[in-house]
């Protein structure tokens, strides 16, 4: 009998819908319970592949938690593990959710009573670098560095063993830390890695996309601009925030942000240096948004979200700045290429795009800053090189980036396997 056995239920060959069952022995532990990620239809649930009575929650983005009290009553009795602060990011992400259902009209997916209860029943983590037992079988989380509560987890069984990396992020940011670097100098028996970013290479250190998105951002401000920057709720609005806070920009211009208030809530009271954002400024009514707007006076919206999908923050203002000449509009996360923002990146200047619904006339500036909060490939490499794992599987990742990497990998004498929803693998 193999020591591992993986499956995927979602978040196999592409982004979304995170969830996947590691059997360590015959012990079936669960990885995250995620949607994918919301577009113009319908969210969907992942597949269930296997029966668990234990889920792990690797961090707080919605497409890793955002269906976790639907996994509670498809599971009857199932314990849920995570750290506090995915915890309370998970809680307001199943308030959104609620909301957006009832602004829609539409059915929710769940209760708030279920909200509730799967945010009361959740087991806080222990400490990184300190085990935790789950049926005998020991579970190790350290820091992912992705977001804030990120975790990446070492399970071990009969000596054996496998490394779960979530998203991870090995690059210190405004706030957060990079990750801390597992090291297995006998090597491991089975690795489950990210692929966000498997076969790009960030070309520029941070220092220098700061240093071109300041200028940017100058640029525009300083021709009598404005400035839309949609941004992930969750770390990037926090981080872009931060970058210009630091830059000084914010005394010549108001900086405002859009959305995000319950996650800047969280960052703040859970990091050493939350202080930082407690000078951040909403706009308050819709009223003041559109007097902004209508004023054409220069200043930077940081808001949510970053793809810009409907009816959000993000979609309201770009379906008003997308026709501005002077205006610009500035991509600082991944864009899910189905998602309006994929579109919106790669269009030309004079070219109808449609946002929010409506068609618009694009004739603003538009640029794409790499502000990951992911490994590149490069580290993807190290990681492999540091483990040297018997067997790796690969996930959350575009199909035909994991597809091009193991093309050019075959043939070294490695064991490495895309992930396929339903397709159980054995290490």
């Known amino acids: 009998m193999s020591v591992f056995r993986f499956v995927a239920g979602g978040g196999a060959n592409h982004i979304g819908g995170s969830h996947y069952v590691l059997f360590a022995g015959d012990v079936p532990i669960g990885f995250d319970f995620g949607s994918y990620l919301q577009g113009e239809g319908e969210v969907l649930l992942p597949k269930i592949v296997a029966p668990i009575k234990h889920l792990i929650l690797t961090h707080g983005h919605f497409d890793h938690v955002g269906m976790v009290p639907v996994a509670r009553r498809l599971f009857p009795g199932l314990k849920i593990y995570a750290s506090v602060e995915t915890a309370e990011l998970a809680r307001i992400l199943w308030g959104q959710t609620l909301r957006k259902c009832d602004l829609e009209g539409t059915l929710a997916p769940f209760t708030l009573d279920e909200a509730n209860e799967a ?3 959740i087991i806080e983590l222990p400490l990184d670098g300190e085990e935790l037992y789950i049926d005998g079988i020991s579970v190790t989380p350290i820091s992912a560095g992705h977001i804030l509560g990120a975790k990446s987890f070492v399970v ?7 490394f779960v990396t979530g998203d991870v992020s090995y690059r210190n940011r405004s706030l957060i830390k990079g990750a801390s670097k597992f090291e297995a100098p006998n090597g491991i028996k089975l690795l489950v890695r990210e692929s966000t970013y498997i076969t790009q290479e960030f070309e520029e250190t941070r220092e220098k996309v700061i240093e071109r998105f300041i200028k ?5 401000l300083e021709a009598g601009g404005q400035v839309l920057v949609p941004a992930l709720s969750i770390d990037r609005a926090q981080d872009i925030f931060c970058i210009y806070k630091a830059s000084g920009i914010d ?4 900086l405002y942000i859009d959305g995000s208030r319950s996650t800047f809530g969280v960052y703040r009271d ?3 240096d939350g202080h930082l954002l407690d ?13 902004f707007l209508k004023s054409r006076r220069p200043g930077m919206v940081i808001s949510s979200s970053g793809m810009v999908y409907k009816d959000t923050p993000s979609a309201w203002w770009a379906q008003r700045l997308l026709g501005v000449r002077g205006s610009s509009v500035f991509f600082v996360n991944y864009q899910d290429p189905n998602g309006p923002g994929f579109g919106l990146v790669a269009s030309r200047d004079g070219q109808h795009v449609f946002v929010n619904g409506v068609s618009v006339r694009r004739q603003c500036n538009i640029e794409q800053f790499e502000f990951s909060s992911h490994m590149d490939g490069l580290e993807g490499e190290d990681l492999e090189r540091r483990l040297n794992p018997e067997t790796t599987i690969y996930i959350h990742g575009d199909e035909y980036k994991i597809d091009a990497y193991l093309a050019l990998k075959s043939g070294d004498g490695q064991r490495r396997i895309k992930a396929m929803v ?3 693998v054995s290490a």
């Open 279 to 291: 000078s951040a400024t909403w706009f308050e009514s819709k009223r003041q948004k559109s007097d």
């Open 156 to 162: 071990e069984v009969d000596g054996e063993v496998a």
């Open 422 to 424: 339903g397709q159980e």
């Open 270 to 272: 859970f990091l050493p």
């Open 216 to 220: 940017a951002t100058t640029k525009t």
């Open 251 to 254: 005394s010549k211009y108001p």
């Open 119 to 121: 945010r009361k029943s």
